[in-house]
């Protein structure tokens, strides 16, 4: 068929960052190679890359040794949209966006409507095998595939970031029963997920949204985007925050209780900044990923009749609901996109895991 190509152009993980036995660091290496175009079975389909997200999990995998299912060499990238070029005929020619986490649909948990936590599900640059989006094609699953349809002017690389730093918070908010009227706080609110975590509370009918962060610009872009109130938490410890938070409470006539606080940054303070502020009936969903580990007194949720929830992707089935909230933009991704050439893969990681949080998420446009 027109428009497979012969091989599949690829950017490889062929060792992660480490060390040996001895100590001595193993530095990582990202390698351009040519991989195979796998055979296509009953409902799969090759999609042409148009672009692909660089998220913080990927740095995880590289920099950072956090495992992946499939071991090196493979091929990193989740966040993907792009054409189908071959497979499932009423998909070939459709642009589309793929889900970064796709279900077995055949489990107990994905019968149970928790599918974005299904324990055989397939994650592009994790767990499809080899396969990952820093590369010019993609083999996937047709069934949870999300059709881009009148996207106007919007360029189709850019929607790669709805494939999860946009999904992800408004799976957080399902997990949260975030509601019309509700108060929320982003813990890390401008970075690659919070900007997004930030808009989506408001969109889905936050009364009132807190944004804590670091950078004293991007929190006034915040405000601009979501957020009514922000801290700036630079040199604060839990208990300063908290202050601050109670004082933005007193003077607005806002209660203190009954939070839903989004953990977006992944970090040990900003999970203990959101220890701190979980109060009675308030509800804590972390959504962000590190390897810290956090001292807290679960008894205190017995007290507060409080919750702590975890939060995992997105169920391939809400992607058209927040594809349709950024095309008709109730979500906005403009201000907060920005690509660079494939080729400069290994530049671009290294100043996104030195920058902690970039100004704009970055998304790789193959150039193979």
Known sequence: MSGVPEKIETWQM????????????????????????????PGEVLVE???CGVCHTDLGYFFDGVPTVTKPPLTLG????GVVVAGDEKWVGKEVIVPAVMPCRECHICKIGRGNRCLNQKMPGNSLGIYGGFSS????????LCEV???GDMPLEHLAVVADAVTTPFQAAKRADLQPGDNVIVIGCTGGVGVYMTQMAKALGA???????????????????????????????????????RKICKENSLPTYGWKIFEVT??????????????????LIVVGFGLAKNEYSISRLMAFDAEI??????????YPIVLNMVLKGKIQIEPFVETRPMSQIAEVFEEVHKAGSPARRIVLVPDF
């Open 14 to 41: 062929v060792r992660p960052w480490g060390k040996d036995e001895q100590g001595n660091v193993i530095e990582g290496k990202l390698e351009r190679t040519s991989i195979p175009v796998p055979e296509l079975g």
């Open 49 to 51: 890359v148009k672009g």
């Open 78 to 81: 989740h966040e993907i949209s």
């Open 137 to 144: 094609h993609i083999p996937v699953p047709s069934i949870d």
């Open 149 to 151: 349809k009148n996207r």
């Open 207 to 245: 009364d009132v949204v807190i944004g804590i962060a670091r950078n004293p610009e991007k929190l006034k872009r915040a405000l601009q985007y979501g957020a009514d109130f922000v801290i700036n938490s630079t040199d604060k410890g839990p208990r300063d925050i908290r202050n601050e938070f």
């Open 266 to 283: 992944g970090t040990r303070p900003g999970q203990d900044m959101a220890l701190e502020l979980l109060s009675f009936i308030g509800k």
């Open 309 to 318: 929830i975890g939060t995992w992707g997105c169920l391939p089935e809400y």
